[in-house]
T-cell receptor
Framework: DAGITQSPRYKITETGRQVTLMCHQT?????MFWYRQDLGHGLRLIYY???????DKGEVPDGYVVSRSKTENFPLTLESATRSQTSVYFC????????????FGDGTRLSIL | AQSVAQPEDQVNVAEGNPLTVKCTYS??????LFWYVQYPNRGLQFLLK??????LVKGSYGFEAEFNKSQTSFHLKKPSALVSDSALYFC?????????FGSGTKLNVKP
């Protein structure tokens, strides 16, 4: 089935460790996004990508790294995890900009101890 | 600062009654406006969008939203609420390659 999948769904790690969250979409959407969802803040954009090898910062990029070597994949890496990065992370994809809605994965719940 | 505000953390309504979930925005220019719904342990699902044209936009599951430029508002509405509409609702703005989501409003529809 076409869609957007995130893995893992749940992850527990320790401060200082590197962790990578995976995102894969089968629609061939050009745009992909990473958000974090925290109580009281709604969703905040971390990074987005307009196409393979093109990425740009969102509202809260510090501490995160992204890459997009293939259109369908958009991994998010926390190079040295901190407790403040405990959150639910959502990946999304979209056909274009502006007037196109985004399609979301079911999220990764990340706990950093 | 550019932002999206959802002034109510929670809205309670009885089944069969009309519902309104409020959203105001403060971004420059003519942004694109969206509503999304989130069910527990799931990602957001698109409900409707305003790009241009008619100020009343119709979307999925019987929802509609009214755009008011002078009040910079984009309130979500439904004439008759269902228990199954209970969920978390997010207003979102897309403005010049920047995306902003509101903090969300929890809708509780009671039988």
């Amino acid at each position: 089935d076409a869609g957007i999948t995130q893995s893992p769904r749940y992850k527990i790690t320790e401060t200082g460790r590197q962790v990578t969250l995976m995102c894969h979409q089968t629609w061939s959407h050009s745009y992909m996004f990473w958000y974090r969802q925290d109580l009281g803040h709604g969703l905040r954009l971390i990074y987005y990508s307009a196409a393979a090898d093109i990425t740009d910062k969102g509202e809260v990029p510090d501490g995160y790294v992204v890459s997009r070597s293939k259109t369908e994949n958009f991994p998010l890496t926390l190079e040295s995890a901190t407790r403040s990065q405990t959150s639910v992370y959502f990946c999304a994809s979209g056909e274009g900009r502006g007037n196109q809605p985004q399609h979301f994965g079911d999220g990764t719940r990340l706990s950093i101890l | 600062a550019q932002s999206v505000a959802q002034p109510e953390d929670q809205v309670n309504v009885a089944e069969g009654n009309p519902l309104t979930v409020k959203c105001t925005y403060s971004v420059s220019g003519n942004p694109y406006l969206f509503w999304y719904v989130q069910y527990p342990n799931r990602g957001l699902q698109f409900l409707l969008k305003y790009i241009t044209g008619d100020n009343l936009v119709k979307g999925s599951y019987g929802f509609e939203a009214e755009f008011n430029k002078s009040q910079t508002s984009f309130h979500l509405k439904k004439p008759s609420a269902l228990v199954s509409d209970s969920a978390l609702y997010f207003c979102a703005v897309d403005n010049f390659n920047k995306f902003y989501f509101g903090s969300g409003t929890k809708l509780n529809v009671k039988p």
